[in-house]
């Protein structure tokens, strides 16, 4: 059975991919590698991936990614942008894993979410940009496997701990399911 995106979901995309950019323009820390920097947009993209699904999250990272591209260099760098996409679909999927929604981010939620993270950025960032980069645009390998091996650590730190704290917070907020009684 086909499962369309719900009207809260679409807002959630469009209004998340606003957020990625912004993030992604004024919330970055540049590094020592040229065009890499320490981004607050994947932490942000892997928390809307987790409550809105892998869907969500893959179109979140493409549109948002492009945007940023767009307003930030005036042209798309479309390797990055695919794979902008695919770690927020395998955000998506990690939070099937976990229950957010129902206010449950425990310690084993904590650690299957982050073990997700971590191999979705290393592969990711590490082998697929990379290997888009010298297809697509037929970079130096040397260059880009330092740009992707560096931003996949740096996203792996920065969804471990910003993105952690992110669903800690956001799972605050839910009501746990059967916590309410009727007197």
Not at 8 to 24: D, R
Request: charged share 10%; with cysteine.
């Amino acid at each position: 059975m086909k499962k369309e995106l719900s009207v809260k979901t679409i807002v959630a995309i469009g209004i998340g991919s606003a957020v990625f950019v912004i993030l992604g323009r004024f919330a970055v820390i540049p590094t020592f590698v040229p065009n890499t920097n320490l981004e607050t947009s994947y932490p942000f993209l892997a928390l809307m991936s987790v409550v809105y699904g892998p869907v969500a999250g893959a179109l979140i990272g493409l549109i948002g990614h492009t945007l940023k591209d767009f307003t930030t260099y005036g042209s798309a760098w479309w390797s990055w942008i695919i794979c902008s996409g695919l770690i927020g679909l395998i955000f998506g999927f990690a939070g099937r894993k976990i229950n957010l929604k129902q206010g449950i981010f425990g310690k084993t939620e904590i650690l299957t979410f982050n073990l997700y993270q971590i191999v979705g950025n290393a592969v990711v960032w590490g082998l697929v940009a990379p290997a888009l980069d010298i297809i697509i645009y037929s970079e130096p390998a040397k260059k880009v496997f330092t740009q992707g091996i560096v931003s996949g650590v740096l996203n792996m730190i920065a969804v471990g701990i910003i993105g952690t704290l992110l669903m800690k917070a956001y799972a605050a907020t839910q009501i746990k399911q059967g916590s309410l009684k009727k007197d």
